[in-house]
């Protein structure tokens, strides 16, 4: 079956801490992940997908095959990272997403 | 730069009404999404749309609701009959590559 999961609803940290976002995922064939970040009030938005292995605003995602993750890391949180975080996985020919149920990053000063 | 719009922000309607959801896709895109997130839920997709036809449905995408690109901008979700639980978030996607672009969400209230 294909389904991500990420296991916490809220994350809280202080500002300057490091940030781990956990998503594990289930997929048979070669898998294509994604993470979207929704800020208050705003659209869901991509942050990065695995195939670029870019770095955006200090995110980064890598893909481990082996433990079938793909966390995404920030060494040094900002207030403004606050934000509900979702993974996502390519669900097959139609690129549909299949979205884990998120997880609240709250960054205190 | 190009924005997915979706229109309205906020429909409340009565069980058993029908409801049309619009969503104006980024102009060079060529495939096309609807998504659902009931409150406290993930977005669960319901339908992806190519070359003016479904290409895929889940299983949430029950007779009740169908899909039309009217012209060539809009791209509507309609649901025939409506009933408590489809009360929930509804996204609207436009894709470009392997990149999803959302819009900011219909809110519809079932009561």
């Known amino acids: 079956a294909q389904r991500v999961t990420q296991p916490e609803k809220l994350l809280s940290v202080f500002k300057g801490a490091p940030v781990e976002l956990k998503c594990n995922y289930s997929?048979?064939?070669?898998?294509?992940l994604f993470w979207y970040v929704q800020y208050s009030r705003q659209r869901l938005q991509l942050l990065l997908r695995?195939?670029s292995r870019e770095s955006i605003k200090g995110f980064t995602a890598d893909l481990n095959k082996g433990e079938t993750s793909f966390h995404l890391k920030k060494p040094f949180a900002q207030e403004e990272d606050s934000a509900m975080y979702y993974c996502?996985?390519?669900?097959?020919?139609?690129?549909?997403?299949?979205f884990g149920t998120g997880t609240l990053l709250a960054v205190q000063p | 730069e190009p924005e997915v719009t979706q229109t309205p922000s906020h429909q409340v309607t009565q069980m058993g009404q029908e409801v049309i959801l619009r969503c104006v896709p980024i102009s060079n895109h060529l495939y096309f999404y609807w998504y659902r997130q009931i409150l406290g839920q993930k977005v669960e997709f319901l339908v992806s749309?190519?070359?003016?036809?479904?290409?895929?449905k889940s299983e949430i995408f029950d007779d009740q609701f169908s899909v039309e690109r009217p012209d060539g901008s809009n791209f509507t979700l309609k649901i025939r009959s409506t009933k408590l639980e489809d009360s929930a978030m509804y996204f609207c996607?436009?894709?470009?590559?392997?990149?999803?672009?959302f819009g900011p969400g219909t809110r519809l209230t079932v009561l």
């Open positions: 997929y048979s064939g070669s898998p294509e």
């Open positions: 749309f190519y070359n003016n036809e479904i290409s895929e």
């Open positions: 996502a996985l390519n669900g097959g020919a139609t690129n549909k997403l299949i």
């Open positions: 695995h195939i």
């Open positions: 996607a436009s894709r470009l590559a392997d990149t999803q672009y």
